[in-house]
């Protein structure tokens, strides 16, 4: 079965601090890659997503991820963070014909003021 | 507005008793799943539809029911087989293509409790 990792759950950092999450999986294939933002008290939204084409995809509120095929890796980045991106951010990845979608552990950023 | 209504937003259940959760979208969306998150597992997929009348089990299955009656409707049912039903209910649903490219939409949630 696919599996998708997510490491360092907590992460604490202030504002103007660059953020990285990490983001791997398993299934060797190809895949569509998504990470998904929880706000506290909101629902679960999109941030992102790659299908194919630039590996370096753009999403909302200034992040960006890379796909990097041989590392199975769509870590997710952020040059400045702010104290409203403090929320919990999940990895989600759908293998191509499978409308299923696996999430990663998640990982819960709160930015200091 | 279209989404995803979820409800109730909290619920609470006694033990051996069957409870449903609604989802309701109006999205016009083919395909309907159900999550449960806990806190540090993410999420984790109960049961999914593709197209009305068809329903395929997910990784945790056990202890839950589904019917996908309508297409706008997806409700779920936790029994009194579900060992540990106490969580954090999300239904989502999307466009349902083959390439699996279209992104979920997801509810507000509905938080299950056993008294």
């Known amino acids: 079965a696919q599996s998708v990792s997510q490491h360092n759950h907590h992460v604490i950092l202030s504002e103007a601090a660059s953020l990285e999450l990490g983001c791997n999986y398993s299934?060797?294939?190809?895949?569509?890659l998504f990470w998904y933002v929880q706000y506290p008290g909101q629902h679960l939204q999109l941030l992102l997503k790659?299908?194919?084409?630039?590996?370096l995809v753009k999403g909302i509120k200034g992040f960006e991820a890379e796909f990097i095929k041989s590392k199975f890796s769509f870590n997710l980045r952020k040059p400045s963070v702010q104290w409203s991106d403090t929320a919990e951010y999940f990895c989600a990845v759908n293998p191509y014909g499978n409308n299923r979608l696996a999430f990663g552990k998640g990982n819960q950023v709160v930015v200091i003021p | 507005d279209g989404g995803i209504t979820q409800s109730p937003k909290y619920l609470f259940r006694k033990e051996g008793q069957n409870v449903t959760l609604s989802c309701e979208q109006n999205l016009n969306h083919d395909a309907m799943y159900w999550y449960r998150q806990d806190p540090g597992q993410g999420l984790r997929l109960i049961y999914y539809s593709q197209i009305v009348n068809d329903f395929q089990k997910g990784d945790i299955a056990e202890g839950y029911s589904v019917s996908r009656e309508k297409k706008e409707s997806f409700p779920l049912t936790v029994t009194s087989a579900q060992k540990n039903p106490t969580a954090f209910y999300l239904c989502a649903s999307s466009i349902s293509r083959a390439a699996g490219d279209q992104p979920q939409h997801f509810g507000d949630g509905t938080r299950l409790s056993i008294l």
């Open positions: 299934y060797g294939g190809t895949v569509n």
């Open positions: 790659y299908f194919s084409g630039d590996p």
